[in-house]
């Protein structure tokens, strides 16, 4: 396909063109350039393709940031200026509610950007692999004398990592921490991990950090070497004194998790703590925390906001999680109840009201559309407000009727994923009306975005 211009972007972050009755998908793109195409995927109604030559480029492009764009798989969006990132996400979250919802809120608030645009991050993972990705201008050359690579998959290529130089996702410490341990374990000869066969000694670094300066790393074996082990953290405790939490894992299983692994302390404490307004919360190797610290602060506190709280009220918080929610809203609330199905997820809850001194919420661990029943509600007190934070997928169908049958006379629905909270305030939109939507970009340089939606009971 010769000369077809980008018109837009697509729900996924891929650009796209329409020729004739087909939409075309293109990764990397920008909506004003023009281009060739060559379809790698066809379907009945849209196609895939890759850009093989440019004609024009678009007027609102701007040169990458990243020496590692189009290739690493992150970052996609790096290329447009933030402000029509902002634009497009906002869009994107508009045609949702009507394309999939059928429902257009009274009010969709300007997107809130996020004030750091790179170093965004509190957590990043690395790979270390003893087959790294040879990029286009590498295969041309000769072959390199060494394979080893820390970095990231690259898409679509389980065995396959990308060498990172610079990441401009987390703060510098995480990229010279990475750059140390991976020249350090060249140097020495400690085997990187081989994917395929199972075998080596380093395999996984794990970077988390806070807003006050605290940094957490987190070393994965694969083999229990003592003395490689020990000579190697000792080295990394040397050389970065700001690390404040040092810790290492043996994982000799065939997948990455750690969370069915212990943690073991080689060095300082065994957690982080973050602090948004004047709450504090502890991080462990293991908890979830929302990765953009700064932006989750302000979701946060735009869910408190459009709860509408003034102290008699009861809050059920769905998909608490570590309880951050819970813990925004508690001061403003009669009564919080916390409901997760992570067991683990639900201790880490219990210790941050704690730490902030909240004697007014219950945590409790079950499957959401198992424990949210009611008698459940005749337990604990009919809910006079719900806030829900569901995963990527959305809510069960039986949650959604138990939130129903519970009859809050508001529901905030904070959502990762604009199309599956579409189709769930379209389930709600016979009994509530959609008073506002405030779309959140957590994420810059990607097109995931977060939404936060206020539903009010029809009377």
Sequence with gaps: MEGIEISDFAAEGKALARVNDLVVFVPWAAPGDVVDIQLTRRKNSYAEGRIVCFHKFAAQRVEPFCE???????????????????????????????????????EVLPIIGSEQQMFYRNKLEYTFSNRRWLTTDEVALPLPAQFEGAGFHIPGRFDKVLDIRKCWLQEDVSNRIRLFIKEFCIEHAYPFFDLRNQTGFIRLLIVRTSTSGEVMIIVVFYEDDTQKRETLLNAVKLNFPEITSLMYVINGKCNDTITDLDVLTFSGKDHLIEKMEDLRFKIGPKSFFQTNSRQACRLYAITRQFAGLTGNETVYDLYTGTGTIAAFIARNAKKVIGIEQVKEAIE???????????????????????????????????????????????????VTEAILTASPKRIVYVSCNPATQARDLSRMSARYRISKIQPVDMFPHTHHVENIALLELNV
């Design 68 to 106: 590692h764009f189009t290739v690493c798989g992150g970052c996609k969006w790096q290329h447009i200026p933030y402000p029509a990132q902002l634009n497009y996400k906002h869009k994107q979250v508009t045609d949702q509610l009507i394309r999939i919802g059928k429902v257009l809120p009274e």
């Design 348 to 398: 880490d809850a219990k210790v941050n009201a704690a730490l902030n001194n909240l004697t007014n919420i219950d945590f409790f661990a079950g499957d959401m559309k198992d424990l949210l029943t009611d008698v459940f509600i005749d337990q604990h007190g009919k809910p006079d407000v719900i806030i829900t934070d569901p995963p990527r997928s959305g809510m069960h169908d039986d």
